[in-house]
């Protein structure tokens, strides 16, 4: 099983701020990486789809890079309903996994 | 733009099952697989499987075999998926995702979620 892990766990930022967030495979995925947002309550939402496509509707602050093991989501100026948790997700070998997130609070 | 609205709460005692329902509004179905995700309280997600409905084929992951069946019906256009021998971990809300073709890239990914499924294993 590909483990993921992200960081940091917590990313505390104001408003207008740069958010980089880290996800590493325990092995190569190539580039068959996702990334989520979920807000409180809501379902996931597809933000990113490999490692660097922007999903349907996803504003262009939103950007995915990195291949094989280590991947960044980059989100260039926080709004306010950017505050999230955030989680990848590979698709590259049985089973599908998710890193267990990064939460993105407001400093 | 496709809906998949699933099956309302659940309360079940341990040991007993839950079967889950998801149904899609609209869009295709037969070839697109619907995957099931859960979330305990204020944790991450974790995939427990997926079915593609025109082949049956189902896939899932090893901590659930034996105790997760995923099925499909193509004529009410709704997936299912039941858990056995509940124990009070499985207190979690599912989740049924859609899998779409993203031609871009020839890959799938879940890109439509279900209202989600809340159920509490207690005594």
């Known amino acids: 099983e590909i483990v993921l892990t992200q960081s940091p766990a917590t990313l505390s930022l104001s408003p207008g701020e740069r958010a980089t967030l880290y996800c590493r495979a325990s092995?190569?995925?190539?580039?068959?990486l996702a990334w989520f947002q979920q807000k409180r309550g809501q379902a996931p939402r597809l933000l990113i789809y490999?490692?660097?496509n922007r999903a349907t509707g996803i504003p262009a602050r939103f950007r995915g890079s990195g291949s094989g093991t280590d991947f960044t989501l980059t989100i260039s100026s926080l709004e306010p309903e950017d505050f999230a948790v955030y989680y990848c997700?590979?698709?590259?070998?049985?089973?599908?996994?998710f890193g267990p997130g990064t939460t993105v609070e407001i400093k | 733009q496709v809906q998949l609205v699933q099956s309302g709460a659940e309360v079940r005692e341990p040991g007993s099952s839950v079967k889950v329902s998801c149904k899609a509004s609209?869009?295709?179905?037969?070839?697109?697989?619907i995957n099931w995700v859960r979330q305990a309280p204020g944790q991450g997600l974790e995939w427990m499987g997926r079915?593609?409905?025109?082949?049956?084929?189902?896939n899932s992951a090893q901590k659930f075999q034996g105790r997760v069946t995923i099925v499909a019906d193509e004529s009410t256009r709704t997936a299912y998926m039941e858990l056995s021998s509940l124990r009070s971990e499985d207190t979690a809300v599912y989740y049924c995702?859609?899998?779409?073709?993203?031609?871009?890239?020839?890959?799938?990914?879940?890109?439509?979620w279900g209202t989600g499924t809340a159920v509490t294993v207690s005594s």
């Open positions: 079915i593609i409905p025109v082949l049956g084929t189902v």
């Open positions: 997700q590979q698709r590259s070998n049985w089973p599908l996994t």
């Open positions: 490999d490692a660097s």
């Open positions: 092995q190569s995925v190539d580039n068959y």
């Open positions: 995702a859609r899998e779409s073709y993203f031609e871009r890239s020839g890959n799938y990914y879940m890109d439509v």
């Open positions: 609209r869009g295709p179905f037969r070839t697109n697989s």
